[in-house]
């Protein structure tokens, strides 16, 4: 994409973010905390990983690591079936509690989407409604509404394209940090 495309594309966001409520900037700025969160709970998932094919590869290895070495002690941990069950334990709870964040967040994106279409139709309509009834005789008000109707549902698959793409650069981040 070029420059001039990308200036389309923020000028469109700037355009969107000035014609939404206060109520829904609010929500936009939480569901962006939300998907910083994404991108962390991604990480942990896949920080959890590594004592797990620790564990399965080569166990006496994980105590050498002092943080693991301090929790077996902590648990009362002495044995390598138990090391692994631990191992597996808390990768399952990160797993699922990361798919637990994901769906969430991947239904926020949704919803405020839909949410934002919502605001933005009945700001249409409204506009459209409150015109002089002489406007209304002059125009084909059907085919208006017609394309009103088209222009809001591409806005909101525009806008949940971008919360979407916000949410796996988040994501990608922290990963890549990680890493």
């Known amino acids: 994409m070029g420059t001039a495309s990308n200036i389309k594309i ?81 990768f399952g709870v990160y797993a699922i509690i990361n798919m637990f964040i994901r769906v969430t967040n991947l239904y926020l994106n949704t919803r405020l989407s839909a949410l934002v279409g919502s605001d933005l139709s009945a700001k249409v309509y409204e506009n459209i409604l409150n015109r002089e009834y002489n406007w209304h005789l002059n125009v084909n008000t059907s085919e208006l509404i017609n394309n009103a109707i088209n222009n809001v549902y591409n806005t909101v698959l525009f806008i949940k394209s971008f919360l979407n793409l916000v949410t796996q650069i988040s994501v990608a981040t922290f990963l890549i940090i990680g890493l």
């Open 10 to 90: 923020l000028k469109l966001l700037l355009r969107i973010w000035s014609e939404i409520t206060n109520k829904r900037r609010r929500q936009i700025i939480s569901l962006f905390f939300l998907m910083i969160f994404s991108g962390f709970a991604e990480l942990l998932t896949l920080a959890s990983i590594i004592p797990f094919l620790i564990v399965l590869s080569n166990p006496d290895k994980l105590n050498e690591i002092v943080i693991f070495r301090d929790l077996f002690q902590l648990f009362s941990i002495d044995n390598q079936t138990k090391m692994m069950v631990f191992a597996t334990s808390i």
